[in-house]
């Protein structure tokens, strides 16, 4: 009954159409989350790298901190692939693809490396997940029309990212 009211009501008044890219239109969409995740993931390889030169590895020390580092680098790596999925899938659009024809290899590459870095205790595949973040980065910023520039992070690891310049 409702529903008829307001089709009836749309008729008659012309409603504007209104649009969104999901279920709520809040249009937030940056890459920077899944820089700082993958930034996390090579930061806690590192400290893993470091624990296992300084510590006796059968102390229960070792074990907990060992595994509280894991934990953390397997769920940023996850992050990563969610924060890149989220905007591949609600901000990439076809028109976006077509001028950056990369993207879909790129996106394919980064849930590889992503799934990679949880997989192994490699610091140069979390090295490669950051570049190719840092791609996603730049074409993302491209998109909205704001200008990037790399920066060395100001914190450990100390890796380069891409930020906009704004």
Not at 33 to 54: E, F, H, P, S, Y
């Amino acid at each position: 009954m409702f529903h008829r009211v307001l089709k009836t009501l749309d008729t008659l008044l012309h409603f504007e159409e209104a649009k969104a890219h999901c279920d709520i239109p809040c249009g937030i969409y940056d890459p920077h989350q899944a820089q700082i995740a993958v930034l996390t993931c090579i930061r806690m390889l590192d400290l893993a790298n470091d624990l296992v030169k300084g510590t006796a590895k059968e102390s229960l020390e070792f074990h907990n901190t060992m595994t509280r580092y894991i934990m953390i680098k397997e769920e940023h790596a996850e992050l990563c692939k969610k924060e890149v999925r989220v905007i591949f899938g609600d901000f990439i659009k076809k028109e976006h693809v077509e001028k950056y024809p990369e993207l879909p290899a790129l996106m394919h590459k980064i849930m590889q490396l992503g799934s990679k870095v949880r997989q192994t205790t490699s610091r140069e595949t979390a090295v490669e997940l950051l570049g190719a973040v840092n791609r996603f980065a730049e074409i993302f910023w491209e998109i909205k029309g704001v200008p990037t520039k790399k920066v060395k992070a100001p914190y450990k690891p100390e890796e380069e990212i891409v930020y906009p310049i704004l």
